[in-house]
């Protein structure tokens, strides 16, 4: 215990009066950078090493990293070479790190190869653009075990390369070709590369489906709903990709936005939508249909899938030879026209009758 009193009162008086050249032994720090370039979000080291022009020994030193604190995010401190994890002392303030060891033998040998004596680990922040980042250090109070003072030829400092973080593989092999809702057209357009769009469609549109077109052959598609909210909601639709081998999968994503409710868009989409609801189910036998129809050449054909629910899946394919279910609306259009045009020519036959009626028994009475 004395005899690391007496180092840190040397330690002291150190700092309070440096040396004189001529009394002290030669001696240089070295700090470099473990990784020559870090993406944000990573971690990157700095090695402070000691070299002397004679063998010798390191029993104290005070060392001082000065760091940008809005790019860099401090981590630890680890000992290297002879000294051990318990010999340091280590105090973060702002943006500076003070680290103190102080050995409890006959220090640590040094020479003219570089001996490794701390490591300090930072993490880039996320928000640091690309360029040099510098870290130096300032070193006072170096001395032997036996409190001989060491002259520092200089302040070490280094300095890495922040570059763009790496960008992951594509899936490839989980992206469409092509991507079409039956109502309305998406925004922006499509592009295998955009995942995010938007649609709307007009406030009688009730349900909307997507034909689309895997980039490669044998993946799948599958849409998580077909039908729509209220009106004037936005409801979100999925359309995922998954690769032939499973390995990959994709998302595009469509806010589909129905138009807001309306009076005439009330009537004529009650009673439009009976029609083809009656229609359709003429058709499908009361279920969802659907249509396959193969492509010339061997090539997958078209295939729109129309499950039972609100789940549409299965690959499409655009080509030859495509076929799709055409539900016949305009016939509840004209349905609703001819029981109009009936209903207006009953009331029209009872207001004659009632006229007819009341002056008949007016002319009784007189």
């Known amino acids: 215990?004395?005899?690391?009193?007496?180092?840190?009162?040397?330690?002291?008086?150190?700092?309070?009066?440096?040396?004189?050249?001529?009394?002290?032994?030669?001696?240089?720090?070295?700090?470099?950078?473990?990784?020559?370039?870090?993406?944000?979000?990573?971690?990157?080291?700095?090695?402070?090493?000691?070299?002397?022009?004679?063998?010798?020994?390191?029993s104290a030193c005070r060392v001082r990293m000065l760091?940008?604190?809005?790019?860099?995010?401090?981590?630890?401190v680890t000992a290297k070479?002879?000294?051990?994890?318990?010999?340091?002392?280590?105090?973060?303030q702002g943006g500076s790190i003070i680290i103190v060891f102080l050995t409890g033998r006959e220090g640590i040998a040094v020479g003219r190869e570089e001996t490794p004596l701390i490591e300090v680990t930072f993490t880039v922040l996320s928000d640091v653009q690309e360029g040099r980042l510098t870290l130096s250090a300032e070193i006072d109070g170096a001395c032997d075990y036996d409190l001989q003072p060491y002259l520092l030829e200089s302040q070490p400092s280094a300095e890495f390369q922040v570059v763009s973080p790496p960008q992951p593989d594509k899936p490839q092999d989980a992206m469409l070709r092509a991507l079409q809702p039956d109502t309305g057209t998406l925004e922006p357009d499509f592009a295998p590369e955009q995942f995010s769009?938007?649609?709307?469609?007009?406030?009688?549109?009730?349900?909307?489906?997507?034909?689309?077109?895997?980039?490669?052959?044998?993946?799948t598609v599958k849409v998580n709903r077909k039908t729509l909210g209220a009106m004037g909601s936005i409801t979100p639709f999925t359309v995922t990709v998954t690769s032939p081998d499973k390995s990959q999968k994709?998302?595009?994503?469509?806010?589909?936005?129905?138009?807001?409710?309306?009076?005439?868009?009330?009537?004529?989409?009650?009673?439009?939508?009976?029609?083809?609801?009656?229609?359709?189910?003429?058709?499908?036998?009361?279920?969802?249909?659907?249509?396959?129809?193969g492509s010339k050449g061997g090539s997958p054909g078209v295939s729109v899938?129309?499950?039972?629910?609100?789940?549409?899946?299965?690959?499409?394919?655009?080509?030859?030879?495509?076929?799709?279910?055409?539900?016949?609306?305009?016939?509840?259009?004209?349905?609703?026209?001819?029981?109009?045009?009936?209903?207006?020519?009953?009331?029209?036959?009872?207001?004659?009758?009632?006229?007819?009626?009341?002056?008949?028994?007016?002319g009784k009475k007189e």
Not at 37 to 50: K, N, Q
Not at 84 to 90: D, K, P, R, V, Y
Not at 280 to 289: E, I
């Open 197 to 219: 769009y938007t649609l709307e469609v007009p406030s009688n549109v009730t349900s909307v489906l997507f034909y689309a077109q895997p980039l490669r052959e044998g993946a």
């Open 67 to 76: 760091y940008d604190e809005t790019q860099l995010q401090f981590r630890k």
């Open 305 to 362: 899938h129309k499950t039972e629910g609100d789940t549409t899946q299965g690959a499409s394919q655009w080509g030859e030879g495509q076929e799709s279910l055409q539900l016949p609306l305009h016939q509840g259009n004209q349905r609703a026209f001819f029981l109009g045009t009936a209903a207006a020519l009953c009331i029209g036959v009872a207001i004659v009758l009632l006229f007819w009626r009341k002056n008949h028994t007016k």
């Open 81 to 92: 070479g002879g000294l051990s994890s318990g010999e340091l002392q280590t105090n973060v």
């Open 1 to 58: 215990m004395k005899r690391y009193g007496i180092l840190l009162l040397t330690l002291f008086v150190l700092f309070l009066f440096p040396p004189k050249a001529t009394a002290a032994q030669a001696g240089s720090f070295v700090l470099r950078a473990q990784e020559e370039t870090a993406a944000p979000g990573e971690e990157v080291s700095f090695l402070l090493s000691c070299t002397t022009p004679q063998a010798g020994n390191l």
């Open 250 to 293: 994709q998302i595009y994503r469509i806010s589909v936005k129905r138009g807001e409710k309306s009076a005439a868009s009330s009537v004529s989409s009650s009673k439009g939508k009976t029609s083809s609801a009656k229609t359709a189910s003429r058709l499908t036998g009361g279920k969802a249909s659907s249509v396959t129809k």
